[in-house]
Every structure is written in structure tokens, then in C-alpha cells.
């Protein structure tokens, strides 16, 4: 149960906030006292101070400069019927959440009450979410030092307890998949299993036998029954990247999944129970893929019941620079020694354009190191000619650019693998297929290059 401390020098005012609050649920004390009310706050663990402005003795401002400067934690949320804005703004200099103006109206007082819970709930959330992603081996760091990573960990905060389908929008490379681990660690599913699938990975004759499994004989080969991801996901979370090359046959089976919460497998008669959470990822726009007939209405409204949107490594350049430091460490535990970037290095790193995102970052910093005796990695580490095999970020494109063949290859392949991609609309399978190579092929060379 919350605790909140009231401060006020009105006994009635002490009194009916103490009712207030006890009928909305709070565990409530009050003090008549400023100097009194300091000690105890910095004594018992309350949650929320609920302070007047104008006390004899010590005023509120003072109590609230005093409760910060010795190491109080709770949120202090001001009070007073003098002093309007003036008052308001001096208050919230000093480090107060907020500030109410008498005379208030009950619900007033309780809706700010709850406001503040929810931004503590969600500062921990958001913290704990961070820490797990910093410390967990496998996942790639997810940094939040720009507004817009702010504000997407934000919302995995609030979701992460819902059952609720989220629709993870955002270039290869930007953290999809990380963002959707951060879901499934922060719900109440984090001791099932994760299960993640590329769709555009798996040939269209096998995705569905992937996703709902098959029974003995279903076909050639099919020697014993085998459950698909959904079943081996139930009791946790499904993440399905790339949901935006699911074929129109396939995505009105997942329809029907989603809706009754049931799979049925390739060759079987019986229809199964599965409880799996389902998140989506795509690095298309689902909305003018649904418009254009290639992706189901029906399904894109099912899927976007939240949309967590991550831009592009270039559009939040602030996040550069600790995203570096992160895969230097990481780098530096896989390679067995130390690994950091000069302060040279990560302006160098800072000023690029990184067209493969965060995933490109992280290839970039750990070729460099592999390729490099030194420690503290420098700028000349990043451009050395035995990176050819995978351009710097700063390497031209020009179709006429001096450099080795293995260079002139690379740009033909890089200009190949665009035109075929612009030529098939973004599909990359008929791309893979006017290329004459695999899917998986594709996908290699579109990482390695930073295509999207």
C-alpha cells in the first residue's frame, strides 16, 4: 500500500485529506509540524509528501530543500492558496513533483496522487527493463539516451503486463527483436518461453508447418508428429519478425489464432489450445502494405493494438556514443581482453551514417578489434583496407570509386541487390529470386551492406 506523509498546519485540512486518502486507498500520516514532519519522513518509507507552502516555522519550500538535500526519496507534491503560478514554478524549481492550489476538489488531490505513482512505477520499470538488457549476454544493448528510445521503453513498461499484441515497427538492425525480449522479461510470462521467427526466412511451403506443426504422415518425411513454434511458445511470448512477408493464406490462419486462441497442425483433424502472448515486428509500412492489398486489413487492425515505432540509428545520433561503449565491452568479454574506443574513435563513430543501424555498429566495432592489437581502438582502426570485405561506414559509393576488385564486386553486388529490390517493391523473395540466390543468401548480403 502507498504511504503518503501529509504536512499542514490545519488540523481540518490534516483531517479530511487523512479521509480522503484512507478511502482512496492510501496509508496515510500527518504532522502539524514542518521541522517534526522533515525527521519523519527521513525516518519511515513513505512514498508520496503531500506539503503546505506557508507554515509557521519551517515553510514548505525549506521542508522540501531539506528532505532532498539529506537523501529523501519520496515524491513531494506541494500545496498552497497563495501565490498562484509564481508559487507553482518556485515549487517545482526546488524539485517538487507537482503543485496543488487551494481550495482543491477531492478527486483533484487523487488523480495527482495517482499520476505520481504511475510516473515511480514507471521510472522503475523502465530502470529495471535497462539493466536486465545491459546484463543479459545475448541481448544487444538497448539504449535510451534519445528522446525516442525514451519514449518506446516507456511504452514496453506499460504494456509489458497486458496480454496485449504489440506491433514493433522500425528498420533491420534498430532493436526490434530487443525491444520484444524487454516485453516478455518485464510480463508475466518471463519464466515461459521466448520463442522468435523470421518469416522471410522460411520458405512458404514450410512456414506453416514451422509455425503450427504437422501429424505423422502429413507428408513425405512427416515420421513422427511435430509441434510447431506456437505450441513450443504457449505459457510465453511468440515473436513474429518480418510479419509483413507472411503470405495472404497464412495470415488468415493467424487471424483465426489470434482470435480463438487455437492451432490446429498441417495433416491434423483436431484443433489445440495454446496460450502465447504474440508480438509482431516489421521494417515495413503494414498500413500501405494492407492498403495495397498485400497484407489483410483485418490482421494489421488485430496486430496494432500498440505500435512501438524505433527510428533509425541516424535520427537519434545521441545514442551513438553509449551504444559504442556497450559493444566494446561486449566485444571485449567475447574476445577475452579489453577492448575500449578512444574519445576520437567515438566522434569518428558519432559522425557516421550507419545504414545497418545498431547491428552495423556493433559488426563495425567488433571487426575493428578482432583486426586490431591495440586496446583502445582509434579512428584508423575502423578504415583499414582489410575491412574491405565489409565497408566502412564512410566508405564511398560511388559506382566509379577507385579501389581493389574485391571493392569493385561489392559495389556491383551492393547496386544488384537495390535494383532487384526496388524492381520487386521491397519483396525480398522475388528480389532473391531475380538475383538467382536463396532467401537466406539475401539476407546475409543486405546485412552485411546495411540495405534496407
Known amino acids: 500500500m502507498t504511504r503518503v506523509l501529509v504536512v499542514d498546519d490545519e488540523p481540518g485540512l490534516r483531517q479530511s485529506l487523512g479521509l480522503l486518502l484512507a478511502d482512496a486507498g492510501y496509508d496515510v500520516a500527518a ?10 519522513a527521513l525516518a519511515e518509507p513513505f512514498d508520496l509528501v503531500l506539503c503546505d507552502v506557508r507554515m509557521p516555522g519551517l515553510d514548505g519550500l525549506a521542508f522540501l530543500r531539506a528532505y532532498q538535500q539529506r537523501g529523501g526519496s519520496a515524491l513531494v507534491i506541494m500545496m498552497s492558496a497563495y501565490g498562484g503560478e509564481e508559487a507553482a514554478l518556485a515549487a517545482m524549481k526546488e524539485g517538487a513533483y507537482d503543485y496543488i492550489p487551494k481550495p482543491f476538489r477531492p478527486d483533484e488531490v487523487v488523480l495527482t496522487l495517482r499520476k505520481a505513482e504511475e510516473r515511480e ?31 518506446a521503453l516507456d511504452i514496453v513498461a506499460r504494456v509489458a503486463a497486458h496480454p496485449t499484441t504489440v506491433l514493433i515497427t522500425g528498420e533491420r538492425g534498430t532493436g526490434k527483436e530487443v525491444i520484444a525480449r524487454a516485453i516478455h522479461r518485464a510480463s508475466p510470462r518471463a519464466a515461459g518461453p521466448f520463442v522468435a521467427v523470421n518469416c522471410a526466412a522460411i520458405p512458404d511451403a514450410l512456414l506453416e508447418s514451422e509455425l503450427f506443426g504437422y501429424a505423422k504422415g502429413a507428408f513425405t518425411g512427416a515420421t513422427a508428429d511435430h509441434p510447431g513454434l506456437f505450441e513450443q511458445a504457449d ?12 503470405p495472404l493464406a497464412l495470415q488468415a490462419k493467424l487471424l483465426r489464432v489470434l482470435q480463438e486462441s487455437e492451432i490446429r497442425r498441417v495433416g491434423d483433424q483436431k484443433t489445440r489450445r495454446v496460450d502465447v502472448r504474440l508480438l509482431a515486428a516489421t521494417a515495413k509500412d503494414l498500413a500501405a502494405e494492407a492498403r495495397a492489398g498485400r497484407f489483410r486489413e483485418d ?22 556514443v553509449p551504444l559504442a561503449r556497450h559493444f566494446a565491452a561486449q566485444v571485449g568479454r567475447r574476445l577475452g581482453r579489453a577492448v575500449t574506443l578512444s574519445d576520437a574513435a567515438l566522434a569518428w563513430l558519432g559522425e557516421q551514417r550507419w545504414p545497418g543501424n545498431a ?19 582509434e579512428p584508423a582502426d575502423f578504415r583499414k583496407p582489410a575491412l574491405a570485405g565489409a565497408p566502412s561506414p564512410d566508405a564511398g559509393h560511388e559506382p566509379g570509386g577507385s579501389g581493389t576488385l574485391r571493392d569493385a564486386v561489392e559495389r556491383a553486388e551492393r547496386e544488384a541487390i537495390a535494383a532487384a529490390l526496388a524492381a520487386s517493391g521491397g519483396n525480398r523473395r522475388q528480389a532473391a529470386q531475380r538475383l538467382g540466390v536463396s532467401l537466406r543468401t539475401l ?4 546485412d552485411r551492406y546495411g540495405i534496407e
Open 31 to 40: 504532522e502539524g509540524d514542518a521541522a517534526r514532519a522533515l525527521e519523519r
Open 121 to 151: 512505477r514507471l521510472r522503475h520499470t523502465v530502470a529495471t527493463l535497462k539493466a536486465q538488457l545491459d546484463t543479459s549476454p545475448p541481448a544487444r544493448a538497448l539504449v535510451a539516451e534519445s528522446a525516442a528510445m525514451k519514449q
Open 235 to 246: 505459457g510465453g511470448t511468440l515473436l513474429l519478425d518480418e510479419i509483413g512477408e507472411l
Open 299 to 320: 490482421l494489421f487492425d488485430r496486430l496494432h493494438v500498440v505500435a512501438i515505432h524505433l527510428p533509425p540509428l541516424a535520427e537519434r545520433r545521441e545514442d551513438i
Open 359 to 377: 547491428r552495423e555498429l556493433e559488426h563495425a566495432i567488433e571487426r575493428a578489434a578482432v583486426l586490431s592489437d591495440r586496446e583502445i581502438l
Open 443 to 446: 539476407f546475409y548480403k543486405m
